[in-house]
């Protein structure tokens, strides 16, 4: 067991008056649960906590934030316990985790669904598949749907759906002040305007409203695989495809070595690879047709890209993310894959070291470019397409170097960034998050910002600081 590195001391009486009322539970260092409570999805953050406060209803957030406020202790807030740079956890502070709080109510007729900051990508889609229902979320099941959603959201349904925002309807918060309020269209809507993009950075979101929209069950959907080596081919070829294939059709380009799955027979694992995953929202027999000309593009040595399960599609990638594994990312949106970029994009491939790394570029446009950018504080709506430049190992052995890589291949990019998905940053400073949101939109939330928590309560985040 690794050693207890915070040396903070609470108000024991402040801490018993919580506790007393408490529906949830209290952790602190010495408790036995406190190394797994205290560990965050990615390994290579470290961070101790002098309490982690694990809520079970909306009573128990208002009273954390409240104690909280008097204890002036920096403050985490975790959902899914996801976020890249380790912005869930904090040394030395109190980390308000909502991960106990999984309600979910799906109203097939009215096709709407009412979910709890703690559910998971995967639970919220076995609830609303159960009535061929989805909302359009992430691609990796395990990753919150609280801390993705309040950052915009972004993965297999997105060119047909939008955004996770485009189908938010409401959401019930706690802000800085304990003060439990709503935020839609119609009540508190500057509020509503923010935190569809801004994240956590005006307060706890205890639950969502979402608008749902019919999906499968059964998808066409999966990758398929050429050598690595094959990459400026394919890509190129892969953008002249998508130039004009419906809404329907999501697909995300991943370099990587062919992971050891038992989907995948055994001769191929560990190839370096270019796949080209695909999710068709509609049809299958309208999905083979539309997927067809990039199946027949030098006939990849393995096509996984068959009707499926749409539940089924949605965890592929679980596996290759795992808990505790050392992550490291550097990304940017991208307006187009130009000769340039593929030309960089192939070599680099080629120089990641980790049989562990996997790089995703995402196609993005359709319904994402349909919603006016002044709509909600997400920007980038009109990117072509976003890389996330994802460097992976085990363990603390090698990341130094892998993480150099992943920083080399960005700053190669650099000169065609359009902006960056701001749950794709790691902790990069105040500039990039400008950057994420535009000079205008930022201006507008840090205005926000001074309203709803002037103090800057919510400053462990992709932060908008009040002045
Ligand atoms: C394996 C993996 C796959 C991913 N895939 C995708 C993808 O396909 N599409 C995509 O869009 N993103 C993806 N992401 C990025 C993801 O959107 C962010 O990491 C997101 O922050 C995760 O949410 P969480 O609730 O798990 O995070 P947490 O680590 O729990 O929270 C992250 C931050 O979000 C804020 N936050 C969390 N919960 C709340 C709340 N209830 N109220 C207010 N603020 C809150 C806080 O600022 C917190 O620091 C992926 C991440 C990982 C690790």
């Given at each position: 067991?690794?050693?207890?590195?915070?040396?903070?001391?609470?108000?024991?009486?402040?801490?018993?008056?919580?506790?007393?009322?408490?529906?949830?539970?209290?952790v602190?260092?010495?408790?036995p649960?406190?190394?797994?409570?205290?560990?965050?999805?990615?390994?290579?953050?470290?961070?101790?906590?002098?309490?982690?406060?694990?809520?079970?209803?909306?009573?128990d957030?208002?009273?954390?934030?409240?104690?909280?406020?008097?204890?002036?202790?920096?403050?985490?807030?975790?959902?899914?316990?996801?976020s890249?740079?380790?912005?869930?956890?904090?040394?030395d502070?109190?980390?308000?985790?909502?991960?106990?709080?999984?309600g979910?109510?799906?109203?097939?007729?009215?096709?709407?669904?009412?979910?709890?900051?703690?559910?998971?990508?995967?639970?919220?889609?076995r609830?609303?598949?159960?009535?061929?229902?989805?909302?359009p979320?992430?691609?990796?099941?395990?990753t919150?749907?609280?801390?993705?959603?309040?950052?915009?959201?972004?993965?297999?349904?997105?060119?047909?759906?939008?955004l996770?925002?485009?189908?938010?309807?409401?959401?019930?918060?706690?802000?800085?002040?304990?003060?439990?309020?709503?935020?839609?269209?119609?009540?508190?809507?500057?509020?509503?305007?923010?935190?569809r993009?801004?994240?956590?950075?005006?307060?706890?979101?205890?639950e969502?409203?979402?608008?749902?929209?019919?999906?499968?069950?059964?998808?066409l959907?999966?990758?398929?695989f050429?050598?690595?080596?094959?990459?400026?081919?394919?890509?190129?070829?892969?953008?002249?495809?998508?130039?004009?294939v419906?809404d329907?059709?999501?697909?995300?380009?991943?370099?990587?070595?062919?992971?050891?799955?038992?989907?995948?027979?055994?001769?191929f694992?560990?190839?370096?690879?270019?796949?080209?995953?695909?999710?068709?929202a509609?049809?299958?027999?309208?999905?083979?047709?539309?997927?067809?000309?990039?199946?027949?593009?030098?006939?990849?040595?393995?096509?996984?890209?068959?009707?499926?399960?749409?539940?089924?599609?949605?965890?592929?990638?679980?596996?290759?993310?795992?808990?505790?594994?050392?992550?490291?990312?550097?990304?940017?949106?991208?307006?187009?894959?130009?000769?340039?970029?593929?030309?960089?994009?192939?070599?680099?491939?080629?120089e990641?070291?980790?049989?562990?790394?996997?790089?995703?570029?995402?196609?993005?446009?359709?319904?994402?470019r349909?919603?006016?950018?002044?709509?909600?504080?997400?920007?980038?709506?009109?990117?072509?397409?976003t890389?996330?430049?994802?460097?992976?190992?085990a363990?603390?052995a090698?990341?130094?170097?892998?993480?150099?890589?992943?920083?080399?291949?960005?700053?190669?990019?650099?000169?065609?960034?359009?902006?960056?998905?701001?749950?794709?940053?790691?902790?990069?400073?105040?500039?990039?998050?400008?950057?994420?949101?535009?000079?205008?939109?930022?201006?507008?939330?840090?205005?926000?910002?001074?309203?709803?928590?002037?103090?800057?309560?919510?400053r462990?985040?992709?932060?908008?600081?009040?002045?």
């Open positions: 067991m690794a050693a207890i590195a915070t040396d903070v001391r609470l108000d024991e009486s402040a801490l018993s008056a919580l506790r007393a009322g408490f529906r949830g539970e209290l602190r260092p010495g408790d649960t406190y190394h797994e409570r205290r560990n965050i999805w990615n390994g290579s953050i470290d961070r101790h906590p002098a309490l982690i406060a694990r809520c079970a209803g909306v009573a957030v208002i009273a954390a934030v409240k104690f909280a406020r008097r204890t002036d202790l920096p403050v985490a807030v975790r959902s899914g316990g996801h890249f740079p380790g912005f869930s956890t904090c040394d502070g109190i980390v308000i985790d909502l991960s106990l709080m999984k979910t109510r799906v109203d097939p007729n009215a096709r709407t669904a009412r979910v709890q900051a703690g559910v998971l990508l995967g639970e919220l889609d609830e609303t598949q159960a009535f061929g229902l989805a909302v979320a992430g691609i990796v099941t395990t919150g749907l609280a801390g993705l959603t309040l950052g915009g959201g972004i993965g297999w349904l997105m060119r047909k759906y939008g996770t925002i485009d189908q938010l309807l409401a959401v019930d918060m706690v802000t800085a002040d304990g003060t439990f309020v709503k935020a839609s269209a119609s009540e508190n809507a500057d509020l509503f305007w923010g935190i993009g801004a994240g956590g950075n005006f307060g706890i979101v205890t969502f409203e979402f608008r749902l929209n019919p999906v499968g069950p059964i998808v959907s999966g990758p398929m050429w050598p690595m080596a094959e990459s400026a081919q394919v890509l190129r070829f892969y953008r002249d495809w998508i130039t004009d419906p329907e059709l999501t697909t995300v380009v991943v370099h990587r070595r062919v992971p050891a799955s038992p989907m995948i027979p055994a001769e694992h560990g190839r370096p690879v270019v796949s080209v995953a695909c999710c068709y509609g049809p299958v027999e309208e999905g083979e047709k539309v997927i067809r000309p990039m199946k027949e593009f030098r006939s990849p040595f393995l096509d996984l890209c068959v009707p499926k399960p749409f539940l089924a599609h949605q965890s592929m990638f679980d596996p290759s993310f795992p808990k505790g594994w050392w992550y490291y990312f550097r990304s940017a949106d991208l307006a187009e894959l130009t000769d340039d970029v593929i030309d960089i994009v192939a070599s680099r491939a080629l990641m070291t980790s049989p562990l790394t996997a790089f995703p570029i995402f196609q993005l446009g359709g319904a994402i349909r919603v006016s950018e002044d709509e909600t504080s997400f920007s980038g709506r009109k990117a072509g397409h890389i996330n430049i994802n460097a992976t190992t363990t603390a090698g990341f130094d170097e892998e993480r150099e890589w992943s920083r080399d291949f960005w700053t190669a990019l650099r000169p065609y960034h359009t902006g960056v998905y701001v749950n794709f940053l790691m902790d990069e400073g105040v500039d990039r998050i400008r950057q994420a949101y535009g000079a205008d939109k930022y201006d507008r939330l840090k205005a926000l910002k001074r309203k709803y928590d002037p103090g800057n309560f919510f462990i985040n992709q932060n908008i600081p009040p002045s």
